[in-house]
């Protein structure tokens, strides 16, 4: 009589399928059970491969996470690039890009909220990061220039300042503070109302004079 073996058996996969199955793991750890819930034993163990294979694909345990935070990232900025390429007006594009985030906070803030809580993930990911925001505002800065015909550095200050808005507005969705659909529409009046304020306070006021028209 042959015993067999009651093991599961390793499946193959395709290296980006076997590193995302890393990461997937690893993001179900840290929902279910935290953030030190995550080795590269442990993770080795859900994936039902060595430690040694999860090596091969993360150098170390900030790497993956890092990698795992980075992931995040890129799929908001996909799904946002979906949302812009459907508008054809700069309100809808504020109101599906703020609906956007905020949708991505309340589904995965805990996630995100336990990555950014390790300082060595944040600044493995800090150049990177930089980049895609700085490219994320030249893009709503030429929006917001478009629209509302500001100056250049109040149009720069503007964006800063409304990103902050919402910004502050997926923390309070993220801790149950604010419902949705509040948030959304308090960022929006915010952001759009602020916008056409300002367009007519600087009306024609040429870069660089820091104070508006007055009334």
Known sequence: MVETSTR??????TPEARQ???LNDAARLIIEEGLTAVSMERLGREAGISKALVYNYFPSRDHLLAALLNREFEGLRARGLEEILRVDNFDDLIRFTTR???QHIKERG????ALFSDPSVVRLIQESNRVQQEQTIRYFVKQVRKEFQLP????IAST????????RAGKLVSEENVDLDMA???CVRLLTGGLKALSLAYAGRPAG???????
Do not use: C, K, S
């Open 209 to 215: 004079n820091g104070r508006p028209a007055v009334a």
């Open 100 to 102: 956007l985030y905020l």
């Open 20 to 22: 995302n199955q890393i």
């Open 152 to 155: 250049l550095d109040v149009a």
């Open 110 to 113: 805990a996630l995100l909220q």
């Open 160 to 167: 800063h300042l409304l990103m902050a808005v919402t910004d």
């Open 8 to 13: 599961p058996r390793r499946r193959r996969l």
């Open 184 to 186: 959304e529409d308090l």
